[in-house]
């Protein structure tokens, strides 16, 4: 990090679109388009630049968790952080870090009906 960690949690989020010096709080379960024409704009936005922070599903991530992700990109002087908005993505993240095709994964009877399904998805491919 080029600069003091202080001087870093000061300066990193200033939001001058809303004159504010933190980035507001997004929380949202669906994005709103005015037509499909933006729909397709932002989709095609987001193939070409994943990281750019344009979003069509709340799962994927809102722009406060976009925010939040370049800052600990920074803060950790790592390549990319990877934000989950749910525990169910937060366990496959976990796991597929890991797991490559063909590994074994021992799991209890009474894990979700959903993660089954992924692990018997996944062991196909």
Do not use: C, W
């Not at 809303?18 to 933006?38: E, G, L, Y």
């Not at 630049?49 to 799962?59: L, M, T």
């Not at 992924?118 to 491919?125: A, E, G, M, S, T």
């Amino acid at each position: 990090m080029d600069k003091s960690f202080k001087t870093f949690l000061k300066h990193t989020a200033k939001d001058f679109h809303n004159h504010s010096v933190n980035p507001p709080v997004v929380r949202a379960s669906t994005i709103i388009f005015k037509s499909m024409n933006d729909i397709r704009r932002t989709q095609a936005k987001y193939k070409r630049d994943p990281r750019g922070g344009y979003f069509d599903y709340g799962r994927q991530g809102t722009s406060t968790t976009h925010i939040l992700s370049k800052i600990l990109t920074r803060l950790e002087e790592s390549y990319h952080v990877f934000l989950t908005p749910t525990g169910f993505g937060a366990v496959f993240l976990a796991i597929f870090s890991i797991v490559r095709p063909g590994d074994e994964i021992l799991t209890l009877s009474k894990i979700r009906e959903a993660i089954h399904l992924n692990f018997r998805i996944y062991q196909k491919l």
